[in-house]
């Protein structure tokens, strides 16, 4: 099973971006899929979570200006980022909570994908 993440890149300040991350592999069921980010010097921070029910949770930060969702069918997630400030800049992260064929539930993160947001 793998998560691969893809949609970064360089924009300006007040601009927008999709990232989307798919996972692969051996999967019965995904739970919880989730984004989350690093700046430099600075810890992981949950950004947005959605369950499969799609309910949904967001850092205060990214309230109104972030939109997750998901493609069941296509055991995809996407962040849906808008009003970018330079403070958003970090690589981001997909992590899923997913059932294998085995029965067992894992926890698996994405590569990463960096945004960058300029002033």
């Known amino acids: 099973v793998q998560l691969q993440a893809c949609g970064g890149g360089l924009v300006q300040a007040g601009g927008s971006l999709r990232l989307s991350c798919a996972a692969s592999g051996s999967i019965f069921s995904i739970n919880t899929m989730a984004w989350y980010r690093q700046a430099p010097g600075k810890q992981r921070e949950l950004v947005a979570r959605i369950t499969r029910g799609t309910n949904t949770n967001y850092a205060d930060s990214v309230k109104g200006r972030f939109t997750i969702s998901r493609d069941n069918a296509k055991n995809t997630v996407y962040l849906q980022m808008g009003s970018l400030k330079p403070e958003d800049t970090a690589v981001y992260y997909c992590?899923?909570?997913?059932?294998?064929?085995?029965?067992?539930?894992?926890?698996?993160w994405g590569q990463g994908t960096q945004v960058t947001v300029s002033s």
């Open positions: 992590n899923a909570d997913i059932q294998r064929s085995d029965g067992r539930w894992y926890d698996y």
